[in-house]
């Protein structure tokens, strides 16, 4: 759960919950503005997908940043 969001997790809501998967598939529920963010990747270069740049990108434009 995202208590305090910053860096990649700042356009989220504090109480953001999700999971990241194996080879860069993420999922966020964001109660407060009653969203899913889900990013469907399939990638093995990624070496920490819950702080890569494609996560960054994927929240801001789901935001519309």
Known sequence: MIREPQGIS???SPGTF???GAYGTQV???PVKKR???LLIQRSDIP??????????FHQAAEGL
């Open 28 to 30: 966020w529920i964001d």
């Open 10 to 12: 700042a356009p989220l």
């Open 36 to 38: 899913a963010h889900l």
């Open 48 to 57: 920490n997908s819950d702080g890569s740049e494609i996560r960054r990108g």
């Open 18 to 20: 999700g999971h990241g």
